[in-house]
């Protein structure tokens, strides 16, 4: 970079950060920076997101509402991340596909609309049979994420699994089922701290009300040249802080990353995933994976005190959400 494209990069960065606190009180704009420092600069660009205002978030067009018609701006490319964990999606939401002695079993199911085209071409591109799809593990109950799962148990008989809360969503949105991107039909209950089992891998579901009443996260172990880790996935991230939303709503997801926080500090998480890859910084650490070398550390391994550190942002975030709310009325 040139001398003066850097000093343009510095000013386009600065102005940046003004705007982002333009609209803040002195207070918030406080809480937004103690947030960032806290969280440490792993996490900058994740807290680009959740700290954002609702109008700032709008204007990024990166929320999967605002994005889901834009299937080429949209593409990701597959990648094998772990041993035994592939990356299958889109920019702004994605399915992990977690390979076992069982099958397949996939973390979410993607829109319906993009089954084909990125779902199965993705598994395909990166050397997995999708005849040997055995499962889908479904974080949420909003169709950027059991979108495809109905296919699925149309084409490859596959399991789907979800809490009862979500599966109870899914039968007042769609009480006769079968339609075009109709939810899947009624099958596996995942429940709080029960494991399921694939063969050798067992997923943890861990119940994170507050972006919908179903939500759950998962832990699962990964593996890199012959050494495991443990990784979660928090399913159900708020990436809007719409005020039209109750503060309960925020209470209640302030509880569950608390819950969150305590299952992955007990399982020593150390790796941190995501169904919205956009939100927490991963396609910077894809970038550094596909040029590591070996005896390099895995740029997706934070460590465990990173990890906490990552949940801590999202609780701090929806702290700035709220004190922005009251500051307003
Ligand atoms: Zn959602």
């Known amino acids: 970079m040139t001398r003066s494209a850097a000093w343009l990069c510095a000013g386009v960065v600065a102005i940046a950060a003004a705007a982002a606190t333009a609209q803040d009180s002195p207070d918030v704009a406080s809480q937004v920076s103690a947030a960032r420092t806290q969280a440490g600069p792993e996490w900058a660009k994740a807290a680009d997101f959740f700290c954002a205002t609702e109008e700032q978030v709008a204007a990024m067009k990166i929320l999967p509402s605002a994005t889901e018609a834009d299937v080429e701006g949209q593409r990701a490319e597959p990648m094998q991340v772990f041993d035994n964990l592939y990356f299958i999606g889109q920019k702004a939401v994605t399915t992990w596909a977690l390979t076992t002695s069982q099958g397949i079993v996939l973390i979410d199911a993607g829109y319906a609309a993009r089954f084909d085209d990125t779902l199965i071409a993705g598994l395909v591109k990166v050397g997995l049979d999708p005849r040997r799809i055995r499962a889908a593990v479904i974080a949420h109950e909003h169709a950027d994420h059991y979108g495809g799962a109905r296919l699925l148990q149309q084409r490859f008989g596959t399991q789907i699994y979800m809490s009862r ?12 089922g079968g339609g075009p991107g109709a939810p899947p039909g009624r099958a596996n209950v995942i429940t709080d ?27 699962f172990r990964v593996k890199d040249a012959g050494r495991t880790h443990m990784a979660a996935l928090f399913g159900g991230s708020i990436l809007n802080p719409q005020r039209r939303l109750p503060a309960s709503v925020y209470e209640e997801y302030l509880a569950s990353i608390q819950h969150f926080a305590n299952a992955t500090r007990r399982q020593r998480v150390d790796v941190e995933l995501l169904n919205h890859p956009i939100m927490d910084g991963l396609f910077d650490r894809l970038e550094r994976l596909k040029v590591r070398k070996e005896g390099e550390p895995h740029p997706l391994v934070v460590g465990e005190d990173a990890y ?22």
């Open 308 to 329: 906490q550190r990552f949940l801590g942002l999202m609780a701090d975030c929806i702290r700035v959400q709220l004190a922005r709310r009251s500051a307003s009325v």
């Open 193 to 219: 701290g029960q494991p399921v089992i694939f063969g050798d891998t067992l997923v943890v579901p861990v119940a994170i009300p507050g972006h919908t009443p179903g939500s759950m996260g998962f832990m």
């Open 165 to 176: 809360a979500a599966w109870d969503a899914l039968d007042v949105l769609d009480p006769g």
